[in-house]
DNA sequence: CGATTTAAAGACCAATTGGTCTATATATCA
DNA sequence: TGATATATAGACCAATTGGTCTTTAAATCG
């Protein structure tokens, strides 16, 4: 997975793989296929990954504005300086083959369905708390915060300083957030 | 540029730049010198028409929120349905390159501080003109702007419909504008 | 017209691509 | 131990990569 995160499907060949899964070329094809099939469980990984993170942020139990800062903290960390820089397998792989490989859009697409979902549903409880401003709505709000982490992400290859991306987070929470 | 927007730049191999310019092999390379010389002047081009759109839309002389509408309206447009799909050389090219090739790098980086430095200024004029909401101070809610249409490049990539991306942004407005 | 520059076509190159296969070594197990 | 299954290393493959060079055709210009 590491591989194809830091460089890309097309850019990564065969021997990188080779040397990432410490796997001889006959061990790694009769293992995965072949690279597409790799590069899908490697993107399911991510995937699977990402949302489990969210789970345990956007936690019904938690307080709802709570874990949405956590979840948006996250991305700070993510987005700024070296991780930053690293970029996102799943924003480079929505550019790279969402367009081209069916496969591939279809986890893109539900993957974005799935993560406006969980925040709609974090806006949603915390709307019954009260803690939203007037007039945020949390269906169309949700679809507003997932493309702003993933602007941050696209924006963050250029490695802002996490003071930058802090201070944009918590302005834009301002706007939602009573 | 059409052959490096709609593949990306590993993608594109020497045959497609051929038939998208028409060229001889030999004329190519005396021309552009290399594939990747090539790829930068397509770069290069891309940003020059997306800031010279932008310096239309947001011209000062023209009522600051309505160019933010302009501006946002053109996002929508380039994001929804296939022309969404068609995706954006830049984040393209942010998310394959920037962090590897210095060059790239540094032209995304630009880009983003250029744009963000407009929307600022526009977000300004709004202000003085007393149409931003209480609050709202310019040069963070420029910096969410330009995350907030990168990451709608991105999302664009599942082509959503006009109405769903007209939606989200006239949301997000709502939040900034008075 | 003929001479000269310019560009096109495509042969050619070494390196690399993703992928297969065989020979060898290493476990596993009776 | 000896037989068998498993995985390794790496030779090998055709196709493709980016890039060069030569030959031929088309303009250009006196």
């Known amino acids: 997975m590491d ?8 850019a990564t060949a065969l021997p990188d793989l080779l040397r990432a899964t410490k796997l001889s070329r006959g061990s790694l094809y009769a293992a ?11 993107l399911d990984r ?8 969210m789970d345990v942020e956007l936690d019904p139990r938690r307080e709802p504005v709570d874990g949405l800062r956590a979840y948006l903290a996250g991305y700070v960390d993510r987005t700024s300086g070296a991780n930053g820089r690293r970029g996102c397998l799943l924003v480079a ?3 790279e083959l ?3 490989d069916a496969e591939v ?3 893109i697409a539900s993957f974005f369905k799935a993560m406006e979902a969980r925040v709609a549903d974090a806006l949603s409880r915390a709307r019954t708390a009260g803690k939203l401003a007037d007039g945020v709505e949390p269906s169309s709000a949700a679809r507003i915060l997932v493309c702003f ?19 944009t987070v918590e302005a834009l929470l301002d706007r939602f957030i009573k």
Chains 1, 2 share one sequence.
């Open 93 to 95: 792989t929505a550019m």
């Open 32 to 42: 995965f296929g072949d690279k597409h099939s790799l590069f899908l469980r490697a």
């Open 149 to 167: 982490v993933e602007g941050l992400r696209v924006v963050g290859k250029t490695a802002p300083t996490r003071t930058t991306s802090q201070a």
């Open 105 to 107: 859009g279809r986890r």
């Open 98 to 100: 969402a367009g081209q």
């Open 46 to 53: 991510y995937i699977a990954d990402a949302l489990t993170r």
């Open 3 to 10: 591989v194809f995160w830091s460089r890309g499907y097309h």
